[in-house]
């Protein structure tokens, strides 16, 4: 199946700094990909869709200019999220759906746990 | 809006029983997808079926089958002579046909199999 890979992995931060979380398509292109945030025990919630060529669209309630989307390539869309606070703890997960003019199925990447101390 | 219900928080089993997993969905478009991922402990999802709206026929996969009902909105999902590698928590999901095409969430079910 359709491969998607997120980098780092882990990462941890002291407050107030910057974190950038890639996330890529290795064997196909994607002109959408999705951000989601899962907190403990919690369920995945959709943070916003990241599209080629164009503006994030961000779900309610999430901050453009704290969580930003660049969408630079068919293959590779990044989350920063700038000057991170303890709350911003969570494990970030990228999708991306295959492309095609049909409705594919969507892969996640294996996901980025931030910890902001 | 879209809404997805896993009724169910936690599940215990013993090895070898037969488990379901029970989703409820809510969608006013006719034309929708639904899916189940499995996330084991490293957080990883993995993706296990997915549905569309027209076709209610069960599936069967190995250990796992599922059984979509649209006169009472549901999905559910079970597995057979259950294994603790089975162990994990799993999603259901729900997806429009148009547009972003972006994901809507159960809140999961934690599903743990004791040897």
């Known amino acids: 199946g359709a491969v998607v890979s997120q980098h780092p992995s882990r990462v941890i931060c002291k407050s107030g700094t910057s974190v950038k979380i890639e996330c890529r398509s290795l064997?196909?292109?994607?002109?959408?990909m999705f951000w989601y945030r899962q907190f403990p025990k919690q369920s995945l919630m959709l943070m916003a869709t990241s599209n080629e060529g164009s503006k994030a669209t961000y779900e309610q309630g999430v901050e453009k200019d704290k969580f930003l989307i660049n969408h630079a390539s068919l293959t590779l869309s990044t989350l920063t999220v700038t000057s991170a606070h303890p709350e911003d703890s969570s494990f970030y997960i990228c999708?991306?759906?295959?492309?095609?003019?049909?409705?594919?199925?969507?892969?996640f990447g294996p996901g980025t746990r931030l910890l902001v101390l | 809006a879209q809404k997805v219900t896993q009724a169910q928080t936690e599940i215990s089993v013993v090895e070898k029983e037969d488990v379901t997993l029970d989703c409820v969905y809510e969608?006013?478009?006719?034309?929708?997808?639904l899916f189940w991922y499995k996330q084991p402990p490293s957080g990883e999802l993995v993706f296990l079926i997915r549905?569309?709206?027209?076709?209610?026929q069960n599936e069967i996969s190995g250990r796992y089958s599922w059984n979509f009902q649209k006169s009472t909105s549901s999905f559910n999902f079970t597995i057979t002579a259950s294994q603790v590698v089975d162990s994990a928590v799993y999603f259901c999901?729900?997806?429009?046909?148009?547009?972003?095409?972006?994901?809507?969430f159960g809140q999961g079910t934690r599903l743990t199999i004791n040897p």
């Open positions: 999901a729900l997806s429009l046909a148009q547009g972003a095409q972006k994901l809507v």
């Open positions: 969608t006013r478009d006719t034309t929708y997808y």
């Open positions: 549905r569309n709206s027209f076709d209610e």
């Open positions: 999708s991306a759906p295959t492309s095609g003019g049909a409705f594919e199925t969507q892969y």
């Open positions: 064997d196909f292109q994607a002109t959408t």
